[in-house]
């Protein structure tokens, strides 16, 4: 009931009471990103959506700017473009609260798996397929659980193949699981955890 009915309007409440409350300063936020380094203020790249429809996904930009970045893709560990104030978006996580414009969109989720660049979905079309019956989210369990991704895979000797064999697999269980198990209160307990992990951190 809820996952098929309830969860859209409640992701839709959600977001804009979200957006009306973080707008200072997500205003704050855009003008120290654009004084702070030259380029735009937001990142943006394809990530795969529900039922495997791609869409663009909003960040505040973190790194110094690379023309062919978003063709890129994803880059595992890769922290040498990072600016100064990207640092401290990343590790409060600021940099995603762009995202609730793709969830008043209609692209995201709140809680959802979080969405993967087209590369690594084509390496796992079976699994990604039962993951992307449902929208993408802003925070799910795996991103509670690999909240230190980064540094992880920054300390591996080969953080592409860290990522595929490794961890991919392992966020990719715990997305299925999500799938199978969704409901309100899981919803509400992993934004919940979500916001002590940032807190807390």
Not at 83 to 90: A, F, H, K, P, V
Not at 109 to 125: A, F, Q
Not at 164 to 181: A, F, G, R, S
């Amino acid at each position: 009931m809820y996952k098929k009915f309830m969860k859209r309007p409640f992701d839709l409440i959600l977001s804009l009471a979200a957006f009306l409350v973080f707008s200072p300063i997500l205003l704050i936020l855009a003008i120290i990103v654009k004084t702070t380094s030259s380029g735009p203020v937001f990142f943006r790249q394809e990530r795969a959506g529900k039922n495997g429809k791609y869409f663009r996904i909003f960040k505040f930009r973190s790194m110094a700017v690379d023309p062919g970045a978003e063709k890129k893709g994803f880059e595992p560990g890769s922290k040498m473009r990072v600016t100064s104030i990207g640092r401290i978006l990343r590790k409060t996580k600021l940099d995603e609260l762009p995202q609730l414009i793709n969830v008043i969109k209609g692209e995201m989720s709140i809680v959802g798996p979080r969405p993967e660049v087209r590369r690594y979905v084509d390496l796992y079309p079976e699994r990604w397929a039962i993951v992307l019956s449902i929208a993408p989210g802003i925070t799910d369990p795996g991103s509670i659980e690999f909240r230190n991704e980064e540094d992880i895979l920054a300390s591996s000797a080969d953080p592409e193949k860290e990522y595929i064999e490794k961890l991919l697999p392992e966020k990719l269980d715990i997305y299925e699981k999500y799938v199978q198990t969704i409901s309100f209160a899981s919803d509400i307990k992993i934004i919940a955890r979500t916001a002590a992990a940032v807190i807390f951190k």
